[in-house]
T-cell receptor
Framework: GAVVSQHPSRVICKSGTSVKIECRSL??????MFWYRQFPKKSLMLMAT?????????EQGVEKDKFLINHASLTLSTLTVTSAHPEDSSFYIC?????????????????FGPGTRLTVT | AQTVTQSQPEMSVQEAETVTLSCTYD???????LFWYKQPPSRQMILVIR??????QNATENRFSVNFQKAAKSFSLKISDSQLGDAAMYFC??????????FGQGTRLTINP
């Protein structure tokens, strides 16, 4: 249980175009989803937190208009990188937290997707 | 603010030996959770072990165990009988309440055959 998928796993796009990354919780309802960015050999950097049905909360320094996050349902969140540039190339990881009170595990535990490698040419 | 510090950027160990990865943290809360995550070359984040701060007993999962020193705010990971598949980046992380997960800088573990 507690599986999170991401699609696509890899994407290459041209500079100036937009790309959408999907994050899905497959076997649980995710009240909250998180989007991280990871540079090579570095730690995960939280970009934003999204709660189902409400606007995402962005971390300081993250451009809201560039990184659009939508959490329209309890199983799906999307990250859209708008007008992508080469400096947006990175590894993007999502995670999901289930409803508080789930029987197994901590209600604080996050389940991670496999990540998406974005390359902007 | 919460912080997590991993002071060992890289560690290496001989196969079948034991290695300990260090982690210190800072938080003003008394109720929190600590985690060790493994990130192999596939880059999938895998939860290795979890420790609830209110529990004094150190968590153990097969070959993985922690040394949780709450007063010292230390949370080290011991890997016994190291295997080639243990080679990965290891991240220490802290969460309190419904807040965000705070990660350390990571430690790259190499297993020498």
């Amino acid at each position: 249980g507690a599986v999170v998928s991401q699609h696509p796993s890899r994407v290459i796009c041209k500079s100036g175009t937009s790309v959408k990354i999907e994050c899905r919780s497959l076997d649980f309802q995710a009240t909250t989803m998180f989007w991280y960015r990871q540079f090579p050999k570095k730690s995960l950097m939280l970009m934003a937190t999204s709660n189902e049905g409400s606007k995402a909360t962005y971390e300081q320094g993250v451009e809201k208009d560039k990184f659009l996050i939508n959490h329209a349902s309890l199983t799906l969140s999307t990250l859209t990188v708008t007008s992508a540039h080469p400096e947006d190339s990175s590894f993007y990881i999502c995670s999901a937290r289930d409803r508080p009170g789930r029987v197994t595990g901590s209600s604080y535990e996050q389940y991670f997707g496999p990540g998406t490698r974005l390359t902007v040419t | 603010a919460q912080t997590v510090t991993q002071s060992q950027p890289e560690m290496s160990v001989q196969e079948a030996e034991t290695v300990t990865l260090s982690c210190t943290y800072d938080t003003s809360e008394s109720d929190y959770y600590l985690f060790w995550y493994k990130q192999p070359p596939s880059r999938q984040m895998i939860l290795v072990i979890r420790q609830e701060a209110y529990k004094q007993q150190n968590a153990t999962e097969n070959r993985f165990s922690v040394n949780f020193q709450k007063a010292a705010k230390s949370f080290s990971l011991k890997i016994s009988d190291s295997q080639l598949g243990d080679a990965a980046m290891y991240f220490c992380a802290l969460i309190q309440g419904a807040q965000k997960l705070v990660f350390g800088q990571g430690t790259r573990l190499t297993i020498n055959p």
